[in-house]
């Protein structure tokens, strides 16, 4: 009677039916391959919050990139305009400035300690904070698995596919746009390069869409990922909860009943009274 009596009173105290093994080993075998799976989709969970978190930062970066691309392009057909004065294109010329420091603070954003633009390349930023060269390691996109079975997705754009092309950087592309701007002796020329600069724009704009468009979609992958897997978790931790909880209203009962049991038996024992086993010898 003591010993179940302990045993309720377990029950009652941690709430769980299954304490040890031998409580319900095939019971306890089951919580432990269940907590095992809960274990690994926790880690597919971090994983694929980690991704949103970074394609969330590279949205946003985007986003900023492809509207300050749009007031380059105004500056600069400022610029080429028959009536822009001296002082008109030196207030260009600065503005454009201020923009590619923008961007080139843009193109090293960072989320946690990656480089959200860094792909497989995250030990060094993906342009040189002072010069805006480009970094000297070559980088891929990085894809990260977010759930189980599950082909990889991509964690981002690299640099490379956003901020430069196989002909120059939009750094570079800017600072020549500034020098015309400010005369090089050739207005010729100037004014060339100034409309180079505009189709240029042209094409970053066009590659920052496709940036844009993949994080989109890694994005809307990593969101439905954390979806699914917390509801995942929560049927799983319900049926552990299931397998291995006590009910509170029947334990209780059953510890009253079991004490009611031990008091009687104690009490018996007390008295002296004799029974039925004693007849047996």
């Known amino acids: 009677q003591r010993s179940r ?100 603070a843009l193109a090293n ?39 189980p079975g599950s082909p990889p997705v991509a964690s981002g754009v690299i640099a490379e596919s956003v901020f430069s092309d196989a002909t120059a950087t939009i750094f570079a592309d800017l600072t020549n746009a500034v020098a015309a701007l400010r005369g090089t002796g050739s207005p010729a020329a100037d004014r060339a390069t100034l409309t180079n600069t505009m189709g240029r724009m042209s094409v970053y704009s066009n590659r920052a869409s496709i940036a844009h468009a993949t994080v989109g979609a890694s994005s809307n992958a990593a969101g439905s990922a954390v979806a699914n897997l917390s509801s995942s978790l929560l049927t799983i931790n319900e049926r552990i909860t ?20 031990l008091d009687a038996t104690l009490q018996v024992a007390a008295q002296g009274r004799r029974s039925l086993f004693d007849f047996f010898n």
């Not at 959200?116 to 010069?131: H, I």
């Not at 299931?242 to 009611?260: K, S």
């Open 5 to 104: 009596l302990s045993v309720l009173q377990e029950r009652l105290a941690t709430g769980r039916r299954i304490n040890r093994p031998s409580d319900d080993p095939a019971g306890a075998e089951m919580v432990l391959n269940l907590r095992t799976s809960v274990k690994q989709l926790e880690q597919f969970r971090r994983s694929a919050e980690a991704v949103n978190l970074k394609l969330t930062s590279a949205d946003d970066a985007l986003s900023g990139y492809e509207n300050m691309l749009d007031r380059i392009k105004t500056l600069v057909s400022r610029g080429l305009s028959e009536v822009s004065t001296p002082e008109t294109k030196e207030a260009v010329a600065v503005e454009l400035e201020s923009l590619k420091n923008s961007i080139l």
């Open 242 to 261: 299931e397998i291995e909880g006590a009910d509170f209203a029947e334990t209780a009962v059953g510890l009253a009943d079991a004490q009611r049991a």
């Open 109 to 147: 954003t960072r989320s946690g300690d990656d480089y959200v633009f860094g792909g497989t390349r995250q030990n060094v930023p993906p342009f040189d904070p002072l010069t805006g060269l480009p970094a000297a390691t070559s980088a891929t996109p990085q894809y990260v698995q977010i759930e």
